[in-house]
């Protein structure tokens, strides 16, 4: 048996190679499964956070309180930020949270605003209709 410092230098850089080999290559796989992991294109991915936001976020509160308060139901909407479920962000990478956040919330702000908009128009409308139904400003 020789010992390695007995052996000669090519025979050493051989055996320094192959442990290096050994090293690396799991960590190179580790990196190319990473590679393979790569986010879709950021239309792609608003595209499904303004659908999540469609489905998960409800005008009805916002409404209800355009309808109610006027245009402080108008500015509880613009005021108030959405939160993004956190279910939907976990694993991905940070380019993906931060674009797909970004839709999400976009998104729900408009639907809540649109929402509060639509209810404050509407409660505009039932006040005119009710003072005209009053007799409105005359004076007897």
Request: charged share 15%; proline share 3%; glycine share 8%.
């Amino acid at each position: 048996m020789l010992s390695f410092f007995t052996q000669s230098i090519y025979t050493k850089l051989l055996i320094v190679f192959l442990c290096c080999l050994m090293i690396a290559t799991p960590v190179s796989r580790v990196f190319a499964q990473e590679m393979m992991q790569q986010d879709p294109s950021a239309e792609i991915i608003m595209a499904q956070a303004e659908a999540d936001a469609q489905e998960d976020v409800s005008g009805a509160v916002y409404g209800i309180g355009g309808f109610l308060c006027g245009i402080f139901g108008w500015l509880a909407a613009t005021l108030s930020s959405p939160e993004v479920p956190a279910v939907r962000l976990i694993g991905k990478s940070s380019n993906y949270v931060s674009i797909y956040s970004e839709a999400y919330k976009s998104k729900a702000k408009s639907i809540r605003t649109t929402a509060a908009c639509t209810g404050w128009a509407i409660g505009a409308a039932v006040s005119l209709i009710i003072f005209a139904a009053g007799g409105g400003a005359t004076s007897k």
